[in-house]
Structure formats: C-alpha cells, structure tokens
C-alpha cells in the first residue's frame, strides 16, 4: 500500500519580530561614577572661570596701585625740581634723591617703602628712571640754553615698570611717538599685567607732565 508522505513547509511570517538591538546596561557604581565624573567636570570649568575672573581683577588692581605709586613718586620729583632750579634729579641716585620728598599716602601697604615697588602678576616691580630726564627742567618758561627741553614734557617718559631691577635703576628710553621711536621703546618695556592673555598685557608709565598712559602690548605689535 502506497502512502504518500507529505513535509510540512512553514509560511514566512509576514509580521517579523524587530531585532533586539544591544544595549550597554550600566550598574550602579558605572552610574555613580559617571555622575562624580560630570559634577567634577562642571566645578573644575567653574573654577577655572572663577580663577580667570580673580587673576583679571588682581590685574586691574595692581594697575591702579601703580598708577597711585607713580603719582606720589611725580610729585617728589617736582617737589626736588623746585629746589633745584626746576631740574629733574641725577640718573645715578634719582630715587636717593627724592627720597625725603616722597609723601605717603594714608592706607599704603608698607608705607613709603610700599611705594618703592609696586604688585604684579609675577614678582614686584620696581621704577625706571630716563637718563634723559636727568637736569631736565620742569618749569614752565625755562632757559633758552635748556636743549633737553626740545623734548616736550607729554612726550618724555620719566619712570616705566621692570621686574627684577635694583633701586635707582636707569636707562636711556625711546620717545614714543618719534621715527621708530615706538619700536626702539617698547623694548625698554615689560608688561607685567594680564599676562594671563599675553596680546593683552598691560604696562604704565610715567611722563614729565604728569600724565600715567598705560600701553598694551598688542599695540607695538604689527
């Protein structure tokens, strides 16, 4: 007897399961330490900012100390001119020679040697007198013969900013603003603010009529 055996051929289901795509599952202590991993990230940006912001603050304020030292050191030379015959001190002892006419201010840290150097974002400045200013007379209406006086006051620097140097520390300087003066000056300074930001570092100076300019050093480069 003939029987005809049959196979059973299943259909493809026309509705087919999604793949199970894999999944990366964290334990606890992955989560734990992927939380600690974020918050230490978002308090060391804050840092980071916060240290930003104090170094610019600090920065502005040692200007402004600067600026305070620089003014009382211009009134004791114009104090010594005056008793001089209107001449502005010796190079060799300039800042000896003022000495005794250095008023301080109420408030001065470290009284008047506080106004000898001044804060920075590195190590103290001290001041740099111009050889040039050396018997150059302040007063209005001086001699004829008086040749130093070629130089305008607004355009003769008195006292820049160095780190590092000794006391009565002196130089010859450039006159900003002359034929490659501007070039031949810079490289007299230094710029010890902002120096977080190197184009942005700053410096003061001092010129014969009083006047304290602050420069940056983006502005000598071309």
């Known amino acids: 007897m003939n029987t005809d055996s049959t196979s059973e051929v299943s259909e493809p289901n026309p509705f087919p399961r999604p793949e199970k795509k894999a999944t990366l599952k964290l334990g606890q202590r992955e989560l734990s330490l992927l939380s600690i991993g974020v918050v230490a990230l978002v308090v060391l940006a804050l840092l980071m900012g916060g240290y930003r912001a104090f170094r610019n603050f600090k920065s502005q304020r040692d200007i402004v100390l ?84 070629l130089i305008a006051p607004k355009y003769l620097p008195l006292l ?3 780190i590092g140097v000794a006391r009565n520390t002196h130089e010859k300087m450039a006159v900003p603003g002359s ?18 930001d190197p184009d942005n570092a700053t410096t003061v100076v001092l010129f014969a ?8 050093k983006r502005d000598f480069k071309k």
């Open 66 to 149: 600067n600026q305070s030292n620089l003014h009382s050191l211009f009134t004791a030379l114009q104090l010594y001119s005056a008793d001089y015959e209107g001449k502005l001190p010796p190079a060799d002892h300039w800042l000896d020679a003022i000495a005794g006419y250095i008023s301080v201010p109420q408030g001065t840290p470290n009284g008047k040697e506080g106004l000898l150097q001044g804060p920075s974002d590195g190590e103290p400045v001290n001041y740099v007198y111009n050889d040039d200013a050396e018997g150059y007379n302040l007063e209005p209406k001086p001699a004829k013969e008086d040749r130093q006086r």
């Open 160 to 162: 820049i900013e160095r």
């Open 179 to 196: 034929p490659s003066g501007d070039d031949a000056f810079a490289k007299s300074l230094q710029f010890p603010h902002y120096t977080n």
């Open 209 to 216: 009529n009083g006047n304290i300019q602050r420069y940056i």
